[in-house]
Each structure stands twice: as C-alpha cells, then as structure tokens.
C-alpha cells in the first residue's frame, strides 16, 4: 500500500495528519504489508495555514505509480481547482485505486474528474462548491462511492482514517487502531457508505 500525501502552501495540516495517523498505524501493526508513503508537493517545501513548514519527499511525481492519493484542504483549494498544471498533475492518479480526500481537498478530486457520478462530502462551509463536480453532495462526516473516500471538516480526518481502515480491513482493527489513538468518538461496527457517528446519539 504505497500512499501520496498530496500537499499545497496554506493547506490545514490536521485535514492531512489526523488520517496520516490513523492510517500509518496499518504499517505499524502490520495489518497491511508494504505501508510506505511520499510527502508530494509542487515544491520542496510547503508552509501550512498556521507557519508550520514541511519538507517533501517527492516534488511533482507521476501519481500514477501510487495505490493511494489523498487530498487534504484549506483555502487555496478554491484556486488550486483553476489551476491547469495542478489539475493536469493530479490527473496523472486517474489509475490509482483509492482516491481519497479530506475537507476542500474533495473539491481537487472534483476537478480532476474523479467525482464524477459519484456521491462525495466536504467541508460544510463548501458543500455549495462540490455540487458541480459530483452526482449528490452528502451532509457526512464521511462518504465511500466505490474506492473514493471523502470526509468532512478538519477533524474528520481522524474519523475517515479509521471508516477506511474498518472498509479495508476488519471492525476488530479499527478498534485497536481506535484505541491507539485514544479517539472515542468514531463508531465502529456500522460500516455503511456514509458515515454518520450521530445517528445513536
């Protein structure tokens, strides 16, 4: 399971790390043989939305080669969808098998086409600009259409980290992921294509 953290200047770092998290815990209990991942950015070096600096291990590569893209979010999600080369450079994971994204980073996905037909979530703030790049925008802390994976605001990405290791592996291993995190909040055992925790509430 080889993964491209997808990265841009003024994203919000807990969209991408709460899932990075989670996810990364696969590799460490061995769930899941070959868990490796790339930081991927146009540039070396990205600044978040709060001055925090991150240095990347790939710059611009065919995303082709990866089973996995995620896209986390932040403002700069509403120009990067008008980009040319920032779209043609997601393009390049149109084979990938899980697209994956976070907050506004689902707006990315949509320009690239790959929500197409299909339902999707976001950032509440921004359900209005999905609309065009999906079949249904679903009101969701996170939504699965096949091998795509959208979650909502910010720390959703937590909740999206373990609604997509319960998907790909077991609810036993969502759980153990769940406690290592000490994040009660997810509830596993009621694995559906959207997820929402509030339902019992």
């Known amino acids: 399971m080889k993964i491209a953290y997808i990265l841009f200047d003024k994203m919000t ?20 043989e070959g868990v490796s991942w790339d930081l991927c950015a146009n540039k070396e070096t990205i600044t978040d939305d709060r001055g925090m600096t991150v240095m990347m291990n790939r710059v611009n590569p065919d ?17 990067l ?3 040319p080369a920032f779209v043609t450079w997601i ?18 996905l949509g320009a690239a ?11 509440p703030s921004a359900y209005e600009l999905l609309t065009p790049y999906c079949a249904e925008v679903v009101k969701a802390r996170g939504v699965r259409d096949g091998d795509t994976f959208t979650g909502g ?6 909740d999206l980290g373990l609604y997509l290791i319960e998907s790909l592996t077991n609810e036993e291993t969502a759980r153990t992921i769940q406690r290592k995190l000490d994040y009660p909040y997810y509830r596993p055992g009621k694995l559906s294509d959207v997820y929402l925790p509030d339902d019992d509430d």
């Open 13 to 32: 770092t807990l969209d991408f790390i709460g899932f990075h998290e989670a996810v990364s815990w696969l590799g460490i209990l061995n769930v899941i």
């Open 63 to 79: 995303l082709s080669g990866y089973d996995m893209i995620f896209i986390p979010g932040g403002m700069p999600t509403r120009e």
């Open 81 to 83: 969808r008008h980009d």
């Open 91 to 108: 393009r390049s994971a149109r084979d990938v098998r899980y697209k994956v994204s976070v907050c506004t980073g689902a707006l990315l």
């Open 113 to 123: 086409g790959f929500l197409n037909g299909k339902r999707a979530t976001t950032n």
């Open 153 to 158: 605001g910010v720390s959703a990405s937590i």
